[in-house]
């Protein structure tokens, strides 16, 4: 395989072990595998989600494509180079996390330029750049608020905004409208849609929620149940762009997705959950 032809991101054969401690808490028991032998590929320009059972590891795999944390054995590919732990992190990927990773003594405009700011760009370039963004994502004219002075939804725009504009070429996103209510939720879901759209960008997408990996994505991944996470189904979602979240959600064809989908994912759910109720 070429470098043009390789996909975006390739976890090829990951497996991930932790120490964990014995069960008197006194000292090192077995080790853990959170993932064993899992592969997963993203494709140039691909929108790709990963749904799976509570605890099952799709944060963790996230983190090994960002180079966040290094997998006890296989491969990380990046536009068909490897990812090696020497390396860092993954600089060709942008990561938005489900939790707000803003800077509160900044304001909305500080926050969008503070990436550019430290790559050297010079300020009044960063100033202009962070401004068309807090525009494209509907923030025009708040750049001088602080996040505690923003709603949820102006919080996760200004994130998205925060990302995007350092351009990466693959977007890794942790659950990160889980924390919204249903009504922006699916606008920022929307939004998401839009931007993505304009240049298509490669997109690793965690969620626990189906409807909302079906409505965006190309493809959904399937986990099972951890310990020893693996993918278990992968589904192509054919259906025509662009798309509108709320409304895709009452087609028949949405429906039949869903159901099958939620067939390859129901008994690993009441798996990790009997798991759960035992521990």
Not at 47 to 52: C, E
Not at 62 to 67: D, E, F, Q, R
Not at 124 to 135: H, I
Not at 252 to 276: C, D, N, S, T
Request: some cysteine.
């Amino acid at each position: 395989m070429t470098i043009e032809s390789a996909p975006a991101l390739e976890l090829a054969d990951i497996t991930c072990r932790f120490a964990s401690r014995d069960a008197r808490g006194s000292g090192a028991g077995e080790a853990y595998t959170a993932v064993a032998n899992a592969t997963l590929t993203v494709g140039k320009g691909e929108f790709v989600s990963v749904v799976g059972p509570t605890g099952c590891g799709k944060s963790t795999l996230l983190n090994v494509a960002a180079g966040l944390l290094e997998p006890s054995s296989g491969k990380v590919s990046v536009f068909g180079e490897q990812l090696l732990a020497s390396q860092g992190v993954n600089r060709r990927a942008g990561y938005m996390f489900q939790a707000d990773a803003l800077m509160p003594w900044r304001t909305g405009l500080g926050n969008v330029l503070a990436g550019l700011e430290f790559r050297g760009v010079p300020a009044s370039e960063a100033a202009t750049r962070a401004d068309d963004w807090l525009r494209r994502v509907g923030l025009a004219g708040f750049g001088d608020r602080y996040p505690h002075q923003m709603s949820g939804g102006m919080r996760k725009r200004l994130a998205l905004a925060q990302t995007l504009i350092l351009s990466p070429d693959i977007l890794l996103m942790d659950e990160p409208f889980s924390a919204l209510d249903v009504q922006t939720r699916q606008l920022m879901e929307n939004e998401l849609l839009a931007l993505w759209a304009e240049d298509r960008k490669s997109v690793l997408f965690i969620t626990h929620d189906l409807e909302e990996a079906i409505a965006l994505s190309d493809r959904v991944v399937v986990l099972s149940a951890g310990p020893g996470t693996r993918p278990i189904g992968d589904f192509r979602i054919d259906q025509p762009r662009p798309r509108d979240v709320s409304e895709i959600r009452m087609t028949p064809a949405f429906l039949a997705l869903h159901k099958e989908i939620w067939g390859a994912m129901k008994e690993e759910v009441l798996k990790a959950y009997q798991r759960q109720k035992a521990a």
